[in-house]
Structure formats: structure tokens, C-alpha cells
């Protein structure tokens, strides 16, 4: 299938990038492409002009600043897979980075790209909401920073607004007590979670305290279980389980059922409180 005609305009800087959108209300940000092209191939997607943000090389840098990791908008999941830096700092997406697709996609694919799609079966939105980290955005009023929790809108949708750019993500560095979990479910390595579970907390009195569980692929975006995380706070696995009940609205698809979904995302829960406890 070919996509619909639309204009192409490399952008030469960032304010450059933010006019062309501003000019251009139904306008895409071209990253990697992973996701925009077969949409724009399958007509999903039919903007008048595409805007190319790939030779902007300050958004592809990974740096330490201010007690956060910052990862550009740009940097390639295989630059992120690779990095020293994320892993000691940001040990949770070095776990989730090599389960996203495949090798030549994560080549091509941006970090900022996937955040900015907002797939509910992606990994690293999960991530971000497990790690409390803030996505940076630029627009035509200047730079603003959104918590995790306050970016995911629904199904695809994101606080990006018309002529925003995704610019960069910042997590804080985590300290010694700090632990991480993740796991999911797939059919095949690199397809899409039939559930999956990023998890962060710390070690506390012997037992963890600030537990963010965010599931993905139980709903129109990645979701923390709230009530979930409370009881695991308090030492309970069985009752954290039984919260997700609660907690989550799994739906039916042709790949799995509500109920399977439900009883996946137990499953999940209890081979990553073993991982959070296997650390303390």
C-alpha cells in the first residue's frame, strides 16, 4: 500500500521543527519512523506534511544532570540498550529495552518516539510511570515538563499538544535502596505484550516502601494499580494480587480474553514482587 500525498520539510533546528508543526495543524513528527510509516502506509495516518526532526543531534545525547539521567528524544532504543549510563542509573529500562520488537527495530526507533505513540502494549511508557520520570516538551510557549502520571491521556493520546515536540525524558537518579522488577507476557519474543509489568521500589524495615507497578496491555494505556501497590507495601502479595481486580480493566481481543488478561497480570505481579525481594 502507498500513503496518501504529503509535503516533507527537514527541520534545521528545534524552533525551526516547532514553526513548520505551528503551520501545520494535522503535521507528524518523522523520528524513526517505526510506527508512523506502516501507518502512514495503511492510511491511518494521512497528514498534510511531514516533519523531519532526525538531523536535530541534540536531542539524541544521554547525559547526567542535576541528579536525573536525561535521555534525548532521539536516542535509538539500541543506543539506550547499549548505554553505561542508563544502566547503572536507570537499571529498569535496561531490563525492558531488549524485549521491544526486534533487533532492526530498535536500530531505527527513538525512545522519545515510543513515548510520544503512547502504544498501551509498549514497554517503556510502563517504564516511566514506574519510575516517576518527567517528559520534557517544547512548543511555541517554550519548554514545559509533565510527570508520567499526568502524560498518558488514553489510547494514543498524550498532554502533547498541536506544535509540541517530545524533547527529552529525565529520570532521577535512583539511590542504594532503590529496586526494580519487569516482566511480560508475549506470544513471541517481539510481538506485543499480552501483559506486562514494570516495577520500582525501595527497601525499607526490612520490607519496600514507594512501589509504583504500572501494567501495560490491560488497557487503553499504561496504568499504575494503585491499590495494588499499597498492599504490597505492607508485606501482603496475595492481597496485591487480589487488588488487581480492582485495580485494572483488562479487555478482550482476538489475542486473549479479559479473564486470561487478569489472571496474566497476577501472574506477572508475583514473579516481579520476587524480583523486588530477591534484591533487599
Known amino acids: 500500500m502507498k500513503p496518501a500525498p504529503f509535503a516533507y520539510a527537514k527541520a534545521r533546528s528545534l524552533d525551526h521543527a516547532i514553526a513548520l508543526l505551528d503551520g501545520a495543524p494535522d503535521a507528524r513528527v518523522l523520528a524513526g519512523g517505526q510506527s508512523l510509516v506502516p501507518a502512514?502506509?495503511?492510511?491511518?495516518?494521512?497528514?498534510?506534511?511531514?516533519?523531519?526532526?532526525?538531523?536535530?543531534?541534540?536531542?539524541?545525547?544521554?547525559?547526567?544532570?542535576?541528579?536525573?539521567?536525561?535521555?534525548?528524544?532521539?536516542?535509538?532504543?539500541?543506543?539506550?540498550?547499549?548505554?553505561?549510563?542508563?544502566?547503572?542509573?536507570?537499571?529498569?529500562?535496561?531490563?525492558?529495552?531488549?524485549?521491544?520488537?526486534?533487533?532492526?527495530?530498535?536500530?531505527?526507533?527513538?525512545?522519545?518516539?515510543?513515548?510520544?505513540?503512547?502504544?498501551?502494549?509498549?514497554?517503556?511508557p510502563a517504564c516511566l510511570l514506574a519510575l516517576g520520570a518527567e517528559i520534557e516538551v517544547t512548543g511555541r510557549t517554550g519548554r514545559r515538563s509533565?510527570?508520567?502520571?499526568?502524560?498518558?491521556?488514553?489510547?494514543?493520546?498524550?498532554?502533547?499538544?498541536?506544535?509540541?515536540?517530545?524533547t527529552a525524558i529525565r529520570i532521577a537518579v535512583p539511590g542504594s535502596a532503590a529496586r526494580f522488577g519487569f516482566a511480560e507476557l508475549a506470544r513471541r519474543h517481539g510481538d506485543y505484550a499480552l501483559v506486562g509489568l514494570a516495577a520500582a521500589g525501595t527497601v525499607h524495615g526490612g520490607g519496600l516502601a514507594d512501589v509504583r507497578l504500572a501494567f501495560f496491555g490491560v488497557g487503553d494505556r499504561a496504568t499504575r494499580a494503585r491499590q495494588a501497590e499499597a498492599a504490597l507495601e505492607s508485606g501482603n502479595l496475595d492481597a496485591a494480587v487480589a487488588a488487581l481486580q480492582h485495580d485494572l480493566s483488562p479487555h478482550s481481543d482476538v489475542h486473549a480474553s479479559a479473564a486470561t488478561r487478569s489472571h496474566l497480570a497476577g501472574v506477572l505481579l508475583r514473579r516481579v514482587a520476587a524480583q523486588l525481594d530477591s534484591s533487599t
Open 40 to 124: 502512514l502506509n495503511m492510511r491511518l495516518s494521512t497528514p498534510s506534511l511531514l516533519v523531519d526532526i532526525n538531523g536535530l543531534r541534540e536531542l539524541g545525547e544521554i547525559s547526567r544532570r542535576n541528579g536525573h539521567i536525561e535521555i534525548g528524544a532521539l536516542v535509538r532504543h539500541a543506543q539506550a540498550e547499549r548505554s553505561s549510563a542508563i544502566a547503572q542509573l536507570a537499571p529498569l529500562l535496561t531490563q525492558a529495552i531488549p524485549h521491544i520488537a526486534h533487533p532492526a527495530i530498535r536500530n531505527r526507533g527513538t525512545f522519545g518516539g515510543s513515548i510520544a505513540l503512547a502504544d498501551p502494549a509498549a514497554e517503556l
Open 146 to 166: 509533565v510527570a508520567a502520571d499526568e502524560f498518558f491521556k488514553g489510547l494514543f493520546e498524550t498532554a502533547l499538544g498541536p506544535g509540541d515536540v517530545l
